[in-house]
């Protein structure tokens, strides 16, 4: 498994981070491992992969 040494802050309404937090927990997860899914969950749909060159266009939705 690979060791985590990079820290992301983030500032969110009071009110995304209640739905963050009862999101994680209705599957059983922290909130740092839910975020993290989710990001890895929308970067395979979007076909975003680690490497890539930043200035590529979005995908359309």
Same mark, same amino acid.
């Given at each position: 498994? @690979? $060791?985590?040494? =990079? ?10 981070? @209640? ?9 059983? $997860? ?5 975020? =993290?899914?989710?990001?890895? @969950? ?20």
């Amino acid at each position: 498994m @690979e $060791r985590k040494t =990079e820290t992301l802050n983030l500032r969110v309404s009071p009110e995304l981070k @209640e739905l963050v937090r009862v999101a994680a927990a209705r599957e059983h $997860r922290t909130i740092a491992n839910f975020v =993290e899914v989710l990001v890895r @969950e929308h970067c395979v749909r979007m076909g975003i992969g680690i490497g890539q060159e930043l200035t590529k266009q979005p995908l359309s939705r």
